[in-house]
């Protein structure tokens, strides 16, 4: 059974950096061929798709994605993580992270990423609330 766990900062100052960890257990995030996504829940909105990283270490981001956002991960920790350089209070959401086919990654990113379905696991969600 995989299971993913969110970790951060519960409440982030304007424009300063936001760092989330996902941290998964009972697999690898170097299985092939599945890929990691982050996923963002404001308040009173759906879901939004933000990016992913692969079995084997490539990235993938949402097109309407404001740039100096990424993903990274460490293997020998089986953790991956979500910076954002500056964020604003329109950035205030619950955080998830999923796991997801690859192959469904690379159909639906130039779109709205997965949809909810289509990811077999996913984290509890972190709440993050940018304060102005």
């Known amino acids: 059974q995989v299971q993913l766990q969110e970790s951060g900062p519960g409440l982030v100052k304007n424009s300063q950096m936001l760092s989330l960890t996902c941290t998964v257990s009972?697999?690898?995030?170097?299985?092939?061929?599945?890929?990691w996504s982050w996923i963002r829940q404001p308040p009173g909105k759906g879901l939004e798709w933000m990016g992913a990283i692969a079995y084997d270490g490539s990235t993938y981001y949402s097109p309407s994605l404001k740039s100096g956002t990424s993903i990274s991960r460490d293997t020998s920790k089986n953790q991956f993580s979500l910076q954002l350089s500056s964020v604003t209070p329109e950035d205030t959401a619950v955080y998830y992270c999923?796991?997801?086919?690859?192959?469904?990654?690379?159909?639906?990113?130039?779109?709205?990423?997965?949809?909810?379905?289509?990811?077999?696991?996913w984290g509890q969600g972190t709440q993050v609330t940018v304060s102005s």
């Open positions: 009972g697999g690898s995030i170097t299985t092939s061929y599945y890929a």
């Open positions: 999923a796991r997801s086919d690859l192959s469904t990654v690379i159909a639906t990113m130039t779109d709205q990423g997965p949809a909810s379905n289509e990811y077999d696991y």
